[in-house]
């Protein structure tokens, strides 16, 4: 009886998603050291998430040090303070005024890497943090975790990224504050990104809450005024800073505000259903859980359906999102997906699931346009790495160099390899089975990442496929 009562409260439940606030998964990304975890403690206390009470808790078991409670949110473990560093990556639920948020505090140890890959598939909005600091900025940029999380991101499917410049009470030359923009505007332009319509920057402190949310901006403007002593340099840089914060395109806006009023961009909404799994859990001896995100199309509940590379054929019992039950999920849903337990073990993160009518393409070898940024070996024929595509991997071994462009633009057929910094189109050969489809058919499924003991080697696309 108990049983079937349940089942009647869920489908009361049912609610249709427009009655949803809209669901987005934004992700801190960056240099260990630059703010992180700080930022999503700033977050979840301007959202209400931790009240007062509890926030004197932390600042009291940090020691009473100013800066060190935000970061003591989200790093919880005893490890985590003591090295005052990130261990894993954090998740957290939060809403704003339009949006509901799944925010997710990525640490920027190298280590850290594959598991930031598996991760940064479901993300809408990158917030990429640096420090302001010129010593911390330097070790991320040019070469360290700001450029690599930034390439991993932006390779792997994220477009619109926030630069957060943090830690702004620290600012003792007002004129770094360009030089960061400049010099991580023209990275950015280089990889790829439209400076105007993907990329915001925006100055914030973690520790003052300063640009974090507007409400937040007033009581500091108000404390401010009340405090006539002080002293005359600090205003001088206080106007500085805002003069050149004039010039950049994330003007009287927040971080609060940006993220509630991010528009989602959902450009591939095709018929066919592609949902990506990103993990799975047997909830019951009953059902088992997929939690993923759809990357086209839609679905309702009872339809067949097919997981690939495994070709196992199921039917769904229901689809959650947020907790309820829907009839439906559609591209650029985050959900949960119910089946039958006989699917679980032909299901794993990096599959994907279609309509049981149509199939997704396994290549046995990929003709792909990359370019090349970080070495380990020589990048010729014959090299063996490890190719991620979304939240799957597989290893494989470069077949042939067709072709080069170097950095003055200067193309060279049948190359005996490339350099860093260089583009070309290779072949590729793959060693297990994973679901990919070139830039012309699916896009999501065409970006790739090439890695070889831990470094990012190379990034691109994949143009054509043999099965
Ligand atoms: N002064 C100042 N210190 C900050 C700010 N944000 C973070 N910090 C400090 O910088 C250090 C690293 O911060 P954390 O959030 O752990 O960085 P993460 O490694 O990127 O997560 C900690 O000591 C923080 O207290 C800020 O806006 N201003
Ligand atoms: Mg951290």
Request: contains cysteine; proline residues 2%; charged residues 25%.
């Amino acid at each position: 009886m108990n049983f079937i009562y349940l089942e009647d409260e869920t489908s009361d439940q049912e609610k249709n998603q427009t009655q949803i606030k809209k669901q987005i998964s934004i992700a801190l990304i960056g240099q260990n050291g630059s703010g992180k975890s700080s930022i999503a403690g700033q977050i979840l206390i301007q959202t209400g998430k931790i009240n007062q009470k509890v926030l004197k808790l932390f600042q009291q078991f940090s020691g009473n040090n100013q800066n060190q409670h935000f970061s003591w949110i989200t790093d919880n473990s005893n490890e985590e303070r003591i090295s005052n560093s990130s261990q894993e990556i954090t998740k957290f639920h939060l809403e704003t005024k339009n949006k509901q948020i799944i925010l997710f505090d990525i640490p920027g140890k190298k280590y850290f890497i594959p598991e930031m890959i598996n991760t940064i598939s479901q993300i809408d909005l990158g917030l990429l943090v640096v420090s302001s600091i010129k010593e911390e900025f330097e070790e991320g940029f040019p070469k360290g975790q700001t450029v690599e999380h930034l390439l991993i991101a932006k390779s792997l499917g994220i477009s619109q990224f926030v630069v957060l410049i943090n830690k702004i009470d620290l600012l003792v030359e007002p004129e770094y504050l360009k030089i960061i923009v400049s010099s991580l505007s023209n990275f950015m332009q280089k990889i790829g990104l439209d400076l105007e319509k993907q990329v915001f920057f925006l100055p914030i402190s973690a520790r003052t809450g300063m640009n974090i949310s507007k409400n937040q901006n007033q009581n500091q403007n108000q404390n401010q005024n009340q405090n006539q002593n002080q002293n005359q340099n600090q205003n001088q840089n206080q106007i500085q800073i805002e003069n050149l914060i004039e010039n950049l395109n994330c003007k009287d806006q927040s971080l609060l505000d940006i993220i509630d009023n991010y528009i989602k961009q959902e450009k591939f909404i095709e018929n066919q259903f592609r949902m990506l799994v990103l993990d799975k859990y047997q909830k019951t001896m009953k059902e088992i859980y997929l939690f993923g995100k759809v990357l086209s199309g839609k679905i309702s509940k009872k339809k067949q359906i097919m997981i690939f590379p495994k070709k196992f054929k199921c039917e769904i019992k229901d689809i959650k999102i947020q907790e309820s039950s829907v009839k439906e999920c559609k591209s650029g849903d985050q959900v949960k997906i119910i089946l039958d337990p006989e699917s679980f073990e032909y299901i794993d993160a990096g599959c994907v699931l279609c309509d049981s009518q149509s199939s997704v393409s396994i290549p046995k070898q990929l003709l792909c346009q990359i370019t090349i940024c970080g070495t380990t070996g020589i990048f010729a024929k014959g090299f063996k790495c490890i190719l991620h595509s979304l939240s799957s991997f597989s290893e494989c071994e470069v077949t042939e160099i067709i072709s080069s462009v170097n950095h003055k633009k200067m193309k060279k057929k049948n190359p005996l390899f490339l350099k860093e910094g260089e583009s070309g189109v290779v072949k590729i050969s793959l060693f297990q089975e994973i679901c990919i489809e070139p830039f012309s058919i699916f896009e999501p499924l065409s970006k790739i990442l090439l890695r070889d003991r831990g470094v990012t080697v190379a990034y691109g696309l994949v143009r054509k496929i043999r099965i």
